[in-house]
Nanobody
Framework: QVQLVESGGGLVQPGGSLRLSCAAS????????MSWARQAPGKGLEWVSN???????NYADSMKGRFTISRDNAKNTLYLQMNSLKPEDTAVYYC???????????WGQGTQVTVSL
């Protein structure tokens, strides 16, 4: 069955960096579009970024220039490098198989990212 397992979250100070990972199994990762989304406390699910099988990427405006999505098809792993983190980036981050929040077929369990002094 499809499994998506996120890791790499934690507590980081403003301006710091984190790299999230998402280990995928149970489907053909290399041919799948993958996404990251997040949910801040008390808010709805927000799309962050996606990456197509050919490596094309897209980002939400507030993440452009700070976040970088990438994939390692040999390891069936999706990544999100997050730099210059802000307190408003605090959220649970999810990886998903699919293009967007509304079209994703499968989701991971999420990993908590907290940006605070």
């Amino acid at each position: 069955q499809v499994q998506l397992v996120e890791s790499g979250g934690g507590l980081v100070q403003p301006g710091g960096s984190l790299r999230l990972s998402c280990a995928a199994s149970g489907f053909t990762f290399s041919s799948s579009t993958m996404s990251w989304a997040r949910q801040a406390p008390g808010k709805g699910l927000e799309w962050v970024s996606n990456i197509y099988s050919d490596g094309r990427t897209n980002y939400a405006d507030s993440m452009k220039g700070r976040f970088t999505i990438s994939r390692d098809n040999a390891k069936n792993t999706l990544y999100l490098q997050m730099n210059s983190l802000k307190p408003e980036d605090t959220a649970v981050y999810y990886c998903a198989m699919g293009t967007s929040v509304t079209t994703a077929d499968y989701w991971g369990q999420g990993t908590q990212v907290t940006v605070s002094l």
